[in-house]
């Protein structure tokens, strides 16, 4: 079973750019070995932040927003359980029409960006299929201009509840994988629990509030991105962003918990916190890469043997 971690933040906060890092850090834990490589199974808007690794060869994508909408719930399930396009272009493009194989030979990790846009487009996929799930769709009518038909349909309580138990299916597949570490990143999502005690959970978003404060629970070490200002020399008050690996108040709800742990050897945490004593990793870029990140973070892991 592969080691998991799961990057969680909102928009514009270096998600992607650690996936780049975390391909560049297992390539070179194997020493450089010629011919390994990092996939990545992107449902995300972009993988520009990590276009340096797919085209030094060290990270292959498929991109899930690319293939037939009719299979896209068996894209994800298939791509999930190692499955990879026989044909693929540079884009992350698959050509599904010459099928697909489970050969992980050279492959050395696993990403999946992300938990948030793989729910969505798996709801996308259901409604635009016209796929019921216990429950019937909402508004479902029919419209038609210049000889084509456009079908529309609105998600059901019921799609909620198929697509977070297919979530959770398919991160188990993936953090199944017989590869050494698996990394998945998600939007932050906040909301206010649907039981009687109504409270505010903040965590990973998925699909609704349900599995908000359960999704970090599924894997074995979480980092919560989070935007903050700092001061510049020459600029002022500047956004930057940590990555915290400690559970954290929210700086505007202070009583509600950001979820971030770390899953290693007590001796690899002391480590961790001696490096970073105040629970959070600061995504600094230096003139060229980044000084400190995913990569800093799995060296002094690793730095335990």
């Not at 297992?26 to 992107?42: F, I, N, P």
């Not at 992300?114 to 429950?135: C, I, N, P, V, Y």
């Amino acid at each position: 079973m592969a080691e998991s971690f799961l990057i969680y933040g909102e928009s514009g906060t270096y998600k992607t750019t650690q996936v780049g890092l975390f391909a560049d850090y297992q390539v070179e834990r194997y020493d450089k070995t010629d011919g390994l490589y990092v996939r990545l199974v992107t449902s995300d808007s972009t993988f520009k932040p990590a276009s340096r690794q797919v085209k030094s060869g060290r990270l292959k994508v498929w991109n899930l927003k690319a293939g037939p909408m009719e299979t896209k719930l068996a894209q994800v399930m298939l791509a999930a359980q190692g499955w990879w396009p026989n044909v693929i272009d540079e884009a992350g493009v698959p050509d599904l029409t010459k099928g697909l194989t489970k050969d992980l030979t050279g492959v050395v990790g696993y990403a999946w960006e992300g938990l948030s846009q793989t729910a969505d487009l798996m709801s996308q996929h259901l409604t635009d299929t016209q796929k019921s799930t216990g429950q019937p769709l909402q508004s479902v009518f029919e419209q038609k201009l210049g000889g084509q038909t456009v079908s529309f349909a609105h998600a059901s309580q019921g799609t909620y509840g198929f697509v977070q138990a297919k979530t959770r299916e398919y991160v188990k597949f993936l953090t199944a994988l017989p590869v050494d570490r698996v990394l998945v990143t998600a939007h932050e999502g906040k909301g206010v629990d649907d039981g009687p005690s109504k409270k505010m959970v903040f965590g990973p978003a998925v699909l609704g509030k349900a599995l908000t404060d359960k999704a970090s629970s599924w894997f074995g070490t979480t980092l919560h991105h989070e935007s903050y200002m700092v001061e510049d020399k020459k600029r002022g008050k500047v956004a930057a962003v940590r990555a915290y690996f400690e559970r954290h108040p929210d700086p505007e709800v202070g009583n509600v918990f950001w979820p971030a742990k770390l899953d290693c050897t007590p001796d690899a945490g002391r480590n961790v916190l001696e490096y970073w004593p105040e629970g959070f990793i600061p995504l600094v870029r230096g003139k060229v890469g980044y000084e400190s990140g995913l990569h800093l973070l799995l060296a002094v892991i690793d730095s335990e043997g």
